[in-house]
T-cell receptor, first 115, second 113 residues
Framework: DGGITQSPKYLFRKEGQNVTLSCEQN?????MYWYRQDPGQGLRLIYY???????QKGDIAEGYSVSREKKESFPLTVTSAQKNPTAFYLC??????????????FGEGSWLTVV | QQPVQSPQAVILREGEDAVINCSSS?????VHWYRQKHGEAPVFLMI?????EQKGHEKISASFNEKKQQSSLYLTASQLSYSGTYFC??????????????FGTGTRLTIIP
């Protein structure tokens, strides 16, 4: 089945550690995204990529980094510079980039908690 | 530019109707509607593009009023499964092209038996 796979579902991070969230899609979509969701809040864009080897910062990129070496993969690293990383992280993809009326499809999400 | 959703929360009895609004202060190119259950991925409901006014099927539909820069989601004869948080996302139309999708803060819908 086609879809977006995120892993792990639950992750605990100690203060000062970097952690990486995985996102893989087999939909052959060009564009991929990372969103952060805090309790009772909407979805805020962290980073997005419209093509391999290229990505742009979203609204809240500080303390995060990404790579797009393959079309199917868009991992997100939460660095120690992110002071409040506890949140629900959603990876998404669309056929083409944003601003073109394309539907964005989401993965199942990853819960990150700082301990 | 984040769209504004209203109401923030609503509680309905099964079988009642609901309307959720999404408005923008800027000209819109598209409006996207999603439903999310707690701890799960948002599920795509429908997208309305500039020039299109209404979409959906009998029970869940939406309208797009370009002049007012707003969209409304209509839930008819609500079912328990309709419970969740509804998000609208908007792409703003500018002279330089369309801006990226921005989501509202959501409307929490609770359906009780």
């Amino acid at each position: 089945d086609g879809g977006i796979t995120q892993s792990p579902k639950y992750l605990f991070r100690k203060e000062g550690q970097n952690v990486t969230l995985s996102c893989e899609q087999n939909l052959n979509h060009d564009a991929m995204y990372w969103y952060r969701q805090d309790p009772g809040q909407g979805l805020r864009l962290i980073y997005y990529s419209q093509i391999v080897n290229d990505f742009q910062k979203g609204d809240i990129a500080e303390g995060y980094s990404v790579s797009r070496e393959k079309k199917e993969s868009f991992p997100l690293t939460v660095t120690s510079a992110q002071k409040n990383p506890t949140a629900f992280y959603l990876c998404a993809s669309s056929i083409y980039g944003q601003g073109s009326g394309n539907t964005i499809y989401f993965g199942e999400g990853s819960w990150l908690t700082v301990v | 530019q984040q769209p504004v959703q209203s109401p923030q929360a609503v509680i309905l009895r099964e079988g009642e109707d609901a309307v959720i609004n999404c408005s923008s202060s800027k000209a819109l190119y598209s409006v996207h509607w999603y439903r999310q259950k707690h701890g799960e991925a948002p599920v795509f409901l429908m997208i309305l593009l500039k020039g299109g006014e209404q979409k959906g099927h009998e029970k869940i539909s939406a309208s797009f009023n370009e002049k007012k820069q707003q969209s409304s989601l209509y839930l008819t004869a609500s079912q328990l499964s309709y419970s969740g948080t509804y998000f609208c996302g908007t792409e703003i139309s500018t002279n330089f092209g369309n801006e990226k999708l921005t989501f509202g803060t959501g409307t929490r819908l609770t359906i009780i038996p």
